[in-house]
């Protein structure tokens, strides 16, 4: 089983659309949880930390389901500025907190 | 200013050649890391330097050797290229190891193509 599993996508949505995104996660030790995106030929970029308790920032919440082992990202009121690769990143417990593994990545492209 | 920023941003050279790719942050970050992600855009570790010292070095053929001669700088030189080394590389930096949320957020350079013919 990889550490890090997303659905790959793409998904696509209309604007004004819900979306949301799965990833689940091998090690049951692990303990910090992160969405990072990363545009076309650009370099991922922080989108938000996953906390226990879930976390909303703006338009994007983010869950986190420790029993089942599994971290969510439901963008509301999608953007064509929305549209890029979603990628779950989760730390690997058996270095502490130095391992970032990074999964896949999720495509998403909201059209019109 | 950029924060974290690797040169060179195209790299296109034969294989058996030996390259080397730069990287430099401005952020006063302890940590410094290389990632290379594939065609299949998989973005996995290679290299973690902590304050010069190599902390992270994941099953990386000794081809490649990172080097950090001070903590805002870690360079990585690639011996001996081969097909298979045609990669996006990705330097980033962090502030610190450790336990806070806040150190682990990565910052990342834009990435040098490296396309091995």
């Known amino acids: 089983r990889k550490e890090v599993e997303q659905d790959p996508g793409p998904f696509n949505v209309p604007e004004g659309a819900t979306v949301a995104f799965n990833c689940t996660y091998s090690?049951?030790?692990?303990?910090?949880f992160f969405w990072y995106r990363q545009d076309c030929r650009k370099e991922p970029k922080l989108l938000m930390s996953?906390?226990?308790s879930g976390n909303e920032d703006g338009r994007f919440t983010a869950q986190l389901n420790r029993a089942s082992q599994y971290i969510s990202l439901l963008i509301r009121d999608s953007k064509l500025s929305d549209s890029a690769t979603y990628l779950c990143?989760?730390?690997?417990?058996?270095?502490?907190?130095?391992?970032?593994?990074f999964g896949t990545g999720t495509r998403l492209l909201v059209s019109p | 200013d950029t924060a974290v920023s690797q040169t060179p941003k195209y790299l296109v050279t034969q294989m058996g050649n030996d390259k080397s790719i730069k990287c430099e942050q401005n952020?006063?970050?302890?940590?410094m890391y290389w990632y290379k992600q594939d065609s299949k855009k998989f973005l996995k570790i290679m290299f973690s330097?902590?304050?010069?010292?190599?902390?992270i070095n994941e099953t990386v053929p000794n081809r490649f050797s990172p080097k950090s001669p001070d903590k805002a700088h870690l360079n990585l030189h690639i011996n001996s290229l081969e097909l298979g080394d045609s990669a996006v590389y990705f330097c980033?930096?962090?502030?610190?190891?450790?336990?806070?949320?806040?150190?682990?957020?990565?910052?990342f350079g834009s990435g040098t193509q490296l396309s091995v013919l």
């Open positions: 980033a930096s962090s502030l610190m190891l450790g336990g806070a949320r806040a150190n682990e957020k990565l910052f």
């Open positions: 090690n049951s030790a692990s303990q910090s």
């Open positions: 996953v906390y226990s």
């Open positions: 990143v989760v730390n690997d417990p058996n270095t502490g907190f130095q391992k970032l593994v």
């Open positions: 952020l006063g970050h302890d940590t």
């Open positions: 330097y902590n304050n010069k010292e190599l902390i």
